[in-house]
């Protein structure tokens, strides 16, 4: 099973209508996009709580680090950057912070509100090496930046 990222787009569209609290954007959005497509292992938000500092929020799958400051692994780039992390081999991506041993592959998307402000960081793993793709990166942002349009 593949996403359908219309079909995604419309679901979450209408479970939010009118929804403006950022940790409720995120426990739908995780639980939707979690059970959207098979290769998605763990999938969850981390928010930005302190300076370039991440903590947990909502998410599916296993348990997940509990922080992650800007400076380390996946989430931290997207975070420190702004930018789609796409990472085909997390064995190959320096500072990798292995928060399960399974994880083959990740994309880390940022996360921001409506006035542009860095709010999260959105993470997806895989247990496949090669899972996510630019069309992925795509759909999964353009999806985030309307959801969080209101916040």
């Known amino acids: 099973m593949t996403v359908d990222y219309t079909e995604l787009a419309k679901t979450v569209a ?3 209508e009118g929804e403006t609290d950022a940790v409720s954007l995120m426990a739908t ?3 939707e996009v979690h059970h959207a497509d ?3 292992n763990w999938t969850g938000f981390y928010r ?3 300076p370039e500092m991440l903590k947990i929020g ?4 296993g348990h997940g680090c509990l922080q992650i400051p800007f400076s ?3 989430c931290g780039a997207a975070a420190r950057t702004g930018e789609v992390q796409l990472v085909p081999d997390v064995e190959a991506f ?3 912070i292995a928060c399960s041993s399974s994880t083959r592959s990740e994309i880390v998307l940022p996360v921001r509100d409506g006035a542009g402000h860095l709010i999260g960081v959105f993470d997806i793993d895989s247990d ?3 899972a996510f793709t630019q069309a992925d990166a795509d759909a999964l942002q353009a999806l985030l930046d309307r959801t969080f349009a209101a916040v």
């Open 29 to 31: 959005l995780s639980c």
């Open 14 to 16: 209408a479970l939010v």
């Open 72 to 74: 380390r692994g996946v």
């Open 58 to 61: 909502p998410y599916q799958g």
């Open 48 to 50: 930005v709580t302190a």
């Open 38 to 40: 098979d290769r998605f």
């Open 94 to 96: 320096p500072g990798h």
């Open 128 to 130: 496949l090496p090669d």
